[in-house]
């Protein structure tokens, strides 16, 4: 379905930032209103002088995304605003750590924001979109950690491959309305995001500017994609994994069929 943007709203949470801010740029460029939150009040600040200094339509306000109550007042304010064409759960956190020395409050916090903070974002808003009866689009921000793993990396990537499922079944809930719904798996942007635990890790060289990601973004949005992925050579890459993957279950499936022949000559 063909999402008319101009004059309709695109909200954004995590939207002080990196992605976030991108995201709330890219809809204002495209004549829409802008709601955006983030529990960086500071960050918030800057991308509402900017917003308001484009005689832009917004709401932004610092809310955290694991306060359920925080959320709903946000969405009441939101109704000030023309109805949401695009809705962006964007908000996500990074900490690294082995699997078995990362602190669990750290896991908790990972969990709470990238998994319950993200669904309660589409609890806030989606009934809503649904029954405005307009087309309009979803986009929860995942990562190429949706579909691959690394050493220190284990939690973080648990949460965002978490974010798959969580997408697949709201996309198939939502057939028969006029509400889609994508996965957003960015692969490398120049943000500041591994800052916390890499400080000095190199930018890597295939890195997308935040900016060309909410392009990617938007376009996969308005296209209906179920998954939008920034950086197309990861496509390979997960076909080895998920082939590596059928190979081990194959293993397993004969290993079966072995053991239970040896108990019938038995």
Known sequence: MSIALAGRTAL???????????????????????AACDRDAAGLAGLADELTAADVAHVVRPVDITDVDALRGFAGACAALPPIALLFANAGILRGGSILEMPIDAWRSLTEVNVIGAVATLQAF???MIALGKPAHVVVTGSTGSMTCGP????????????WPVVEALRAELEGTK???????????????????DPDRP???????????AERAFAGAQAGHAKILTHPAYVERI???????????????????????TSALG
């Open 12 to 34: 954004v949470t995590g939207a002080a930032s990196g992605i976030g801010a991108a995201l709330a740029r890219h809809a204002a460029a495209q004549g829409m209103a802008v």
């Open 152 to 163: 220190s990396l284990g939690a973080y990537c648990a949460t965002k491959h978490a974010l």
């Open 203 to 213: 930018t890597p060289a295939d890195s997308l500017s935040p900016s060309a990601v």
């Open 179 to 197: 509400v889609g719904v994508s996965l957003l798996m960015p692969g490398a942007v120049s943000t500041p995001m591994f800052d916390a635990i």
């Open 126 to 128: 989606v009934p809503a």
């Open 239 to 261: 076909g080895a994994r998920f082939g590596a993957v059928l190979t081990e279950l194959s293993a397993a499936d004969d290993d079966r069929r072995h053991l239970i022949g």
